[in-house]
């Protein structure tokens, strides 16, 4: 929120752009330093790059589970803010009726130095041109089972899977807010019928990167928030199941001492027996003895 209005701010007339960008690079500081300092017991779940997950025991017999890490750094794979500005441009991919898929079509993105195409393929057959600062990755899809919104989420995803801030908007178009560049076709595929590649320019343009960041941080505490709820789950599971145990080793105890004491009554009435028993064979001579008196 802040960000946004700090953006907003720097595209007035009369302020210093030179002072705003000033404060935009402080809050992305202090962003990068909230990440780095949520350590708790040496696990740090906000900055992979610290620990990568955390090992949580499951059960009595120390089967383990794993909390995975995310990455909420304001760097390449993160937040993708590094080098923000008032001027900063996020591009977008627009699609109109005419949008159609076909094998061989591909968008290219760059970031910095790196281009990647993302060709569709539906036979894995693909026809992009590889170089040394170029990537070919595939996409997947199936135009007889999948509608063009699960094929484009097919996009989003591969461009997640390299560090690239794809989202889509609400009214349907795809933001990329770390891009260098976008283009609808490149290194030996073709033009994506029904697209349009821009860059979004203005306080829009910046203000859509900080938005996709905040996109970002949004999936990755639901992804954190289900993982602790899981946590939470197998700890009231261990603690029903330790009561459970005490319970029934308690029932155990206590049936082996009342069997104790049964078995400790039945000797002792055992040996009173034989006692009066003696004392009766020893009463018996003497009787005999009194008849010759």
Do not use: C, H
Not at 92 to 110: H, M, P, R, W, Y
Not at 130 to 152: H, K, M, P
Not at 154 to 174: P, Y
């Amino acid at each position: 929120g802040k960000l946004k209005q700090t953006i907003t701010q720097g595209q007035q007339q009369g302020l210093d752009t030179a002072q705003i960008n000033a404060q935009i690079q402080k809050a992305l500081e202090n962003i990068d330093a909230y990440a780095n300092t949520a350590v708790f017991n040496n696990v740090n779940l906000i900055n992979i790059d610290q620990v990568g997950a955390l090992t949580v025991v499951r059960d009595i017999l120390g089967n383990t589970t794993n909390v995975d890490g995310v990455n909420l750094t304001t760097g390449a794979g993160g937040l993708n803010l590094t080098g923000l500005n008032v001027t900063t441009g996020a591009w977008q991919l627009e699609f109109d009726n005419a949008l159609a898929f076909a094998d061989g079509d591909g968008i290219s993105v760059t970031v910095g130095d790196k281009t990647f195409v993302f060709e569709f393929d539906s036979d894995g057959a693909l026809s992009g041109t590889a170089a040394d600062d170029v990537a070919i990755r595939q996409v997947r899809f199936d135009d007889t089972s999948q509608s063009n919104l699960q094929i484009l989420s097919n996009l989003i995803g591969a461009m997640r899977e390299e560090g690239i801030n794809a989202n889509f908007t609400n009214d349907g178009r795809i933001i990329v807010a770390n891009a260098t560049s976008v283009a609808v076709g490149a290194n030996g595929t073709g033009a994506l019928a029904g697209t349009t590649a821009s860059q979004i320019t203005g306080p829009d343009g910046a203000i859509a990167v900080v938005e996709a960041a905040i996109d970002v941080v949004g999936e990755n505490l639901a992804r954190l928030g289900a993982s602790l709820r899981q946590i939470e789950g197998l700890q009231e599971f261990n603690a029903s199941l330790t009561d459970s145990i005490k319970e029934g080793l308690g029932a155990l105890v206590d049936a082996d001492l009342t069997e104790e004491s049964a078995r400790l009554s039945a000797l002792q009435t055992k040996q009173q027996l034989a006692m009066q028993s003696l004392a009766i064979a020893n009463q018996a001579p003497q009787a005999l003895l009194s008849l010759f008196r």
